[in-house]
């Protein structure tokens, strides 16, 4: 593969789009178009349309989208529809239309059914209700994937799709009401850590936490699978840069996407304790089970990537550990604008 392609990576001040843009790098790529929010609403289907008739792209990694966890997801349903459609919908129909012929579209787990039969395989799409709680973004999603497959089919372009399962790690939104739920645990079990330390209580958002004790809602039993953010942006790059006919002879006509899961999952409690003894927290773990668990498992079937040739590197532990010293490095800069 040329090292002097011209590649945009959309979202690039994101948790993937970043990475993406480590891999990128790494691999020689440095011919990167990076644009930020300011510079280019990828709402704003003029500016988009101007943007890529400027640029002379070879390729399009469409990472930029709104996110959110289940209180954002909730709470604003109509932003997370609309902006996501907007976006998928400007940056592939523009690329199109200048002769970009390859793309690669990051979707989620979440296009998947609420009761998906586990693991969950490419062709459980579009078989079962979604998640109430994030339907609209998955739908987004899910219309991203539609719209990549039908350019494919009318205009004969290499626009590609893959569905992460969760995933963490540097970059990573550690919110106390709009975070997923490892960077939360991370942060919930530092702050708890430097309390018992200090021993005295320490302020925070959440009602939850004291100095000897982190409560987590629900029993710990439901299970889900995680995924480094870095393994993510190889496995990115892998499938963007695959040769066409390998690329096709592992999808269907109408099932352009490919899974990307770690391969393995954890309860949430070992998942809590895991996280606990990486920080070196020492007091309790305690389970509201008055709280819901939500869905029971949510594993991927990434057979089709790893019989592509892919599989991930890093460990659960070891990704754990990095999150947690991204989040030191950054922790006094979140934690003070939102004094």
Not at 150 to 174: A, E, H, I
Not at 243 to 255: E, H, R, S, V
Not at 274 to 286: D, F, H, L, P
Request: glycine residues 6%; aromatic residues 8%.
């Amino acid at each position: 593969m040329p090292k002097n392609l011209k590649i945009y990576v959309a979202g690039h001040r994101g948790m993937v789009g970043s990475a993406i843009v480590r891999r990128l790098q790494e691999q020689g790529f440095h011919n990167l178009v990076l644009r930020t929010h300011q510079e280019l609403d990828l709402v704003n289907q003029s500016a988009v349309r101007e943007f890529f008739q400027s640029e002379q792209l070879d390729q399009v990694y469409l990472a930029a989208a709104k996110v959110g966890g289940i209180y954002a997801n909730n709470t604003y349903p109509a932003e997370f529809i609309y902006q996501n459609l907007m976006i998928e919908s400007n940056v592939i129909h523009e690329a199109w239309r200048v002769g970009v012929k390859k793309l690669l579209f990051l979707g989620s787990s979440c296009i998947y059914p609420k009761m998906a039969v586990q693991p969950m395989a490419e062709d459980a799409l579009l078989t079962g209700p979604l998640e109430p709680t994030n339907e609209p973004y998955a739908i987004a999603k899910i219309a991203g994937i539609k719209l990549c497959e039908s350019y494919n089919r009318q205009y004969k372009t290499d626009y590609r799709s893959v569905m992460p399962t969760n995933l963490y790690g540097p970059g990573d939104n550690y919110h106390p009401e709009n975070s997923h739920v490892i960077p939360a645990l991370i942060r919930r079990f530092h702050e708890a850590k430097v309390a018992m330390e200090s021993n005295s209580a320490l302020s925070t958002h959440h009602s939850e936490l004291n100095a000897h004790c982190v409560n987590i809602w629900g029993t710990g039993a439901p299970r889900r699978e995680f995924l480094n953010v870095d393994d993510m942006a190889t496995a990115s790059v892998y499938v963007m840069n695959l040769d066409k006919d390998i690329y096709d002879a592992n999808t269907q006509p109408m099932l352009s996407h490919i899974n990307v899961g770690f391969g393995d999952d954890i309860t949430i409690k070992e998942l809590a304790e895991t996280i606990a003894e990486v920080i070196g927290y020492k007091g309790n773990i305690e389970y509201d089970r008055t709280k819901p668990d939500g869905t029971p498992r949510k594993l991927m079937d990434s057979t089709r990537l790893h019989n592509l040739g892919w599989e991930p590197k890093i460990s659960l532990k070891e990704g754990l550990r990095m999150a947690y010293a991204d989040f030191l490095k950054s922790a006094y800069a979140i934690l003070s604008n939102e004094q």
